[in-house]
């Protein structure tokens, strides 16, 4: 992305968290930024890399995001890092050291807690992290005070020499609120100063650095305690009393707005004395937090007598409507009813894979083959566990296909022992995590048929530039890395090293069918790009000629979404034998000529699309 | 907070679901009033379910709004705007477009798209105003302008005037040249006599 002029200072402006962490970012005088991208935190460093005099970059995976923000707070630079839940368990090897040997520069690093799970394989909850790292965690609850506690954590983290955690949840990373920005400061940093004792964690410098730590973690306790993050807000009705943080703060007002609040921005170390103060002016308290009972548990071990996960939810987010009744219910009272009208019932509609999407051939041709187990991985593909094609068994965590199948290989049980075993991994997801799999599927001599989709981009987060494409966050050149001969490096045989385009079915059909066979390891990348990156090139739209379309409903298990049902029937074959027929039509003005359904129609009923009229248009959407 | 607006915008991923409950929040934030907007969106750019919340007056605090408590409910999709019904308020209003966009599960036979959503809605009676933006859009020459019709259908169900919101839709076409901005005042204005039109059969 380009640089643009920041909007100036005192500007009242709609901004995400993501956007108003970046401005913060910015207004820091951070020189170094880096991530790797994730939902919902992926904003942040998109944006960031629009800001001028300041240095971004998409990393590998978040624990070299994490390394490369903390080389730049060695060298006394203000520095960045960001990434979604999951991937501070990628980056915590580096955390869990950071912690002793601390920073000179300022280090942030934010994390985004997928609450409600709107695009993640768990919900866990980071500010665990805090607890285990003795790292001070911030907590905004909306946009502006993301962005003011940003600029906290960067003075925070100087004057403490602490590395911040600034913990998000999408309800913060994805809502657009007001806020007011401010001017942007210059921090110079000194450079790297050599400090052995500090900076090279061996066992005898770690030891001494321990308790330091610990001598770190009371003082930041009485931060908190004095912190203006941490305050009372003393209400009319005592029947309750809230302590509260992040989004469920705002919840808890908006249900609540007569009931005294403590809110806590710096929630960890958690302020004991202020709890208690909270504590002395109501008849109970109740801990609201998303989503462990972090607080709750070390409250109690304080012996403060109060409620939370015993009349709260454990799991998603603390919205009224889940707050209201609970609260109702402990006062006794009739729990206040909906005043809507009942929900009508309406089909699911799963995301779906995009028109002429590349992943549709591997799938189409995945769902072909019989006896199989596909291990899969983390990106777009793993919609091939849905329908038409249901060709995908397993998903964990990235780059877990290649482990998982090796295991699944070598722990074959009686009723698989014949089956052939596949992994399914994105081109970033490899290079993120992958690689180490396959080079210990290589190394273990395992049977696994790997099938590398090779997009050219981050395709679920919105196709960000990554090694795989030869780009830069900026959009600049870089080297670009080359797949066969990288696999080849790690030990794969070449023969079994096979590059075919997913949009010629015959010859990936036969690719695999032959590789499968193979008792070693195979590897097989498709090299078409995401049809939502500047890549790929849209050819020329296909439609259907209905008297020729026999129903046979062979395109439709391809899955493509520019495939629309006309009518429905029933023949009786031959032998008896009564099957459905689904005629169709192509959304010719959505398609983009890939061409695959074409493969699988018998009657060849499928030809270009030729308009009677120029203006000719029959979509159906609204909009782009 | 009783006192808030909040609208609720459906639809499905790639419709422009999003932008336009961003506009609506920057005319909002033009008059003064606070704001947030948020989705309910998984992953929203891949046809899913989408359905962004605009909440607006003078403090808003959650973000989402409340099942039961939607004042207008705009429906860039048939069959969304009937998954939504329960999130509006008694007396509250819904805004529909006719499109309909059949997903995959459906074109495969897994689930059946509703006959007729809007007699649905009728039913359930709530009160909703129906017209068909695409065709507005496409008589207008791009059926990319539906995303401003739709923002015109709702410009008579706002607390503020219509040339606010109006102002804040041109305002992102500027850069793109007089001729874009004409076609967009002009689809505005169709989607705001659509529902008029609509209004005045009813009554």
């Not at chain 1, 005294?260 to 504590?279: D, I, N, Q, T, Y």
């Not at chain 1, 987010?317 to 206040?336: D, F, H, Q």
């Not at chain 1, 009208?341 to 028109?355: D, E, K, N, W």
Request: aromatic share 6%; net charge negative; charged share 20%.
């Amino acid at each position: 992305m380009a640089a643009v002029m920041p909007a100036p200072a005192a500007s009242r402006l709609l901004m995400s968290g993501n956007e108003a962490v970046a401005r913060a970012v910015w207004e820091s005088g951070v020189k170094v930024a880096a991530a790797y991208p994730g939902t919902p935190s992926t904003e942040m460093l998109e944006v960031i890399s629009t800001y001028p005099d300041l240095y971004a970059e998409w990393s590998v995976n978040e624990k070299v995001s994490l390394e490369v923000a903390i080389g730049a707070a060695y060298a006394g630079s203000r520095a960045f890092c960001c990434m979604k839940h999951v991937g501070m368990n990628v980056a915590s090897d580096a955390l869990m050291t950071l912690t002793l040997t601390g920073v000179v520069g300022g280090l942030v690093i934010a994390i985004a807690d997928d609450v409600g799970l709107s695009s993640s394989q768990n919900e866990q909850d980071s500010r665990y992290w805090g607890r285990f790292a003795h790292l001070p965690v911030l907590e905004p609850a909306d946009s502006q005070e993301a962005y003011a506690m940003t600029k906290v954590g960067f003075e925070l983290s100087e004057r403490f020499q602490v590395p911040v955690i600034l913990r998000m949840t999408t309800r913060i990373n994805h809502v657009k609120s007001v806020v007011e920005v401010g001017e942007r400061e210059t921090h110079a940093g000194n450079g790297f100063k050599k400090e052995p004792g500090r900076f090279v964690m061996v066992p005898g410098n770690a030891g001494k650095r321990i308790p330091l730590m610990f001598k770190r973690d009371n003082e930041l306790r009485a931060l908190a305690e004095q912190s203006p993050l941490n305050f009372i807000e003393d209400g009319s009705d005592k029947r309750v009393g809230f302590i509260a943080s992040g989004p469920a703060y705002m919840h808890v007002k908006e249900s609540f707005p007569n009931a005294p609040v403590l809110k806590l921005g710096l929630s960890c170390p958690v302020p004991f004395e202020k709890c208690r103060e909270l504590a002395a002016l109501v008849e109970q308290v109740v801990v609201v937090e998303e989503v462990e009972p972090l607080v709750e548990t070390e409250l109690k071990a304080q012996g403060i007598k109060l409620l939370g996960k015993e009349i709260l939810p454990r799991q998603g987010e603390l919205s009224p409507n889940v707050l209201r009744p609970a609260i109702a219910r402990l006062l006794g009272e009739t729990v206040p009813e909906m005043q809507s009208t009942v929900a009508l019932q309406v089909f699911p509609r799963p995301p779906t894979m995009c028109v002429a999407c590349p992943h549709l051939g591997v799938y189409y041709t995945l769902s072909q083959i019989r006896n199989i187990s596909i291990a899969g991985d983390i990106g777009c593909y793993t919609l091939g566990a849905g329908h038409p094609w249901n060709a995908l068994d397993t998903c964990v965590s990235m780059g877990a296909s290649m482990g998982v199948a090796l295991g699944m290989d070598k722990g074959r049980g009686e009723s698989d022992k014949d089956k052939r075993i596949l992994a399914v991994i994105g081109d970033s997801t490899f290079l993120h995590m992958g690689m180490q799999g396959l080079l210990d599927i290589v190394y273990n001599k395992g049977n696994v048929t790997v099938l590398l989709l090779d997009n050219r981009a981050v395709g679920m987060t919105g196709g960000q530039d990554n090694p795989g494409n030869g780009r830069d966050i900026y959009g600049d050149d870089t080297p670009r890395v080359n797949f066969p001969a990288l696999v080849e490096a790690l030990g794969v045989k070449k023969d079994r090293i096979h590059t075919v385009d997913p949009y010629q079915l015959p010859v990936l059909f036969k690719t695999i069918r032959d590789e499968v066979k193979v008792p070693e390891v195979s590897v097989i990348i498709t090299d078409q790009p995401c049809v939502l990156i500047k890549d790929y090139h849209k050819m020329k739209p296909y439609e259907v000629i209905e008297d020729k379309c026999t129903g046979c409903g062979n395109c439709i298990d391809v899955g493509c979404p520019a495939i629309h049902v006309t009518r429905r029937g029933k023949e009786v074959k031959a032998s008896g034998r009564e099957v459905d027929l689904a005629f169709v039509r192509i959304e010719s003005s959505v398609c983009t000529g890939c061409g695959l359904c074409v493969q699988p129609c018998a009657p060849d009923a499928i030809v270009h699309y030729a308009p009677v009229s120029p203006i000719k248009l029959v979509n159906m959407s609204c909009g782009s | 907070m009783s006192e808030n607006t909040n609208i609720l915008v459906v639809g499905i991923g790639g419709q422009g679901v999003m932008t336009a409950t961003e506009i609506l929040a920057e005319a909002a934030i033009a008059l003064g009033h606070d704001a947030k907007k948020t989705e309910v969106a998984g992953m929203a750019q891949r046809g899913g379910v989408v359905s962004s919340h605009l909440r607006f007056g003078k403090k808003v605090l959650t973000p989402q709004i409340t099942p039961g408590t939607a004042d207008v409910l705009l429906g860039f999709e048939s069959a969304e705007t009937m998954r939504w019904q329960h999130m509006l308020k008694q007396g509250g209003i819904t805004l529909m477009n006719t499109a309909r966009l059949v997903p995959p599960v459906v074109e495969l036979g897994l689930f059946d798209y509703p006959e007729d959503p809007l007699a649905e809605i009728r039913k359930s009676g709530n009160k909703v105003v129906a017209f068909d933006a695409t065709s507005i859009a496409q008589a207008l020459g791009d059926i990319r302008l539906g995303n401003t019709v739709m923002l015109g259908a709702i410009a008579d169900h706002l607390p503020f005037g219509a040339e606010v919101l109006l102002d804040c839709v041109l305002k992102r076409f500027q850069r793109k040249g007089e001729k874009l901005v004409e076609l967009n005042r002009q689809a505005f204005e169709a989607g705001r006599a659509a529902v008029g039109a609509a209004e005045a059969a009813a009554a």
